[in-house]
């Protein structure tokens, strides 16, 4: 059983920058593909990127390409999310996931989820 705690959530202007961080514990951090996912008020989860077990693939949502940066330390069991250039739009509660094997861009393929952060982007 793998355990997520996600850190760094907070209230900031737009253009502003953020790194969110994912702490896992209870598993084998370096065996999941690690996922972002975000979900504003009255909209679906949606996917924000992934890096796979060792950090050769890395996806973005065409979103926040160019803008967002998702990397992992596996001695530190930790994934991060670094938000650049933060827009009102990017206004969600973020969630870091844990998936053995699956399509990463679809949030009910991963088997662990944290309880979320909240990023709020004011104009």
């Known amino acids: 059983q793998v355990q997520l705690v996600e850190s760094g959530g907070v209230l900031l202007q737009a253009g502003g920058s953020l790194c969110l961080s994912c702490?896992?514990?209870?598993?084998?951090?370096?065996?999941?593909?690690m996922g972002w996912f975000r979900q504003a008020p009255g909209k679906e989860r949606e996917f924000v990127g992934s890096i796979c077990e060792l950090g050769g693939r890395i996806d973005y949502a065409d979103s926040v390409k160019g803008r967002f940066t998702t990397s992992r330390d596996n001695a530190k069991n930790t994934a991060y999310l670094q938000m650049n250039r933060l827009k009102p739009e990017d206004t969600a509660v973020y969630y870091c996931a844990a998936m053995i094997s699956g399509n990463l861009y679809r949030s009910r393929d991963y088997n662990y989820w944290g309880r979320g952060t909240q990023v709020t982007v004011s104009s």
């Open positions: 702490a896992a514990s209870g598993g084998s951090f370096n065996s999941y593909y």
